[in-house]
C-alpha cells in the first residue's frame, strides 16, 4: 500500500517563506510522477506543481518565480519551497503521487497566510 505523508504547512506573514515535504512510502520513489495541488475553502483543488521521474517540471502560471518543486529519490521525498507567499496561497497542500500500477493522494497540510 503506498502512502504519502506531507509536513511543512503553518502559518506565515505575507512574503515569507515555508517548505513542504511529502515522504512516500510503499512504493519506488524513483519510479512516480509528483505534484503537488491545494484547496482553499470553498473553493475546488487545483493543480500547483509537478515533477516527473526525468525532473520535468511543471508549474501553474499563480506560482511561477515564486515555487520550486523538486525530489530527492534517496529519501522518497518530494517538497514545494513556497516563497513570497501571499494570503491567497492560503489552503490546504495536498502531495499526489503516481506510478506503476497507483495513484494516491496524501491527507494534506494547512497553509496560512496572513496580510
Known amino acids: 500500500q503506498v502512502d504519502l505523508v506531507e509536513s511543512g504547512g503553518g502559518l506565515v506573514q505575507a512574503g515569507g517563506s515555508l517548505r513542504l515535504s511529502c515522504v512516500a512510502s510503499?512504493?519506488?520513489?524513483?519510479?512516480?510522477?509528483m505534484a503537488w495541488s491545494r484547496q482553499a475553502p470553498g473553493k475546488q483543488r487545483e493543480m500547483v506543481a509537478s515533477?516527473?521521474?526525468?525532473?520535468?517540471?511543471y508549474y501553474a502560471d499563480f506560482v511561477k518565480g515564486r515555487f520550486t518543486i523538486s525530489r530527492d529519490n534517496e529519501k522518497n521525498t518530494a517538497y514545494l519551497q513556497m516563497n513570497s507567499l501571499k494570503p491567497e496561497d492560503t489552503g490546504t497542500y495536498y502531495c499526489y503521487g503516481k506510478g506503476p500500477g497507483f495513484s494516491a493522494w496524501g491527507r494534506g497540510t494547512q497553509v496560512t497566510v496572513s496580510s
Open positions: 510503499g512504493t519506488t520513489f524513483s519510479d512516480n510522477y
Open positions: 515533477i516527473g521521474p526525468s525532473g520535468i517540471v
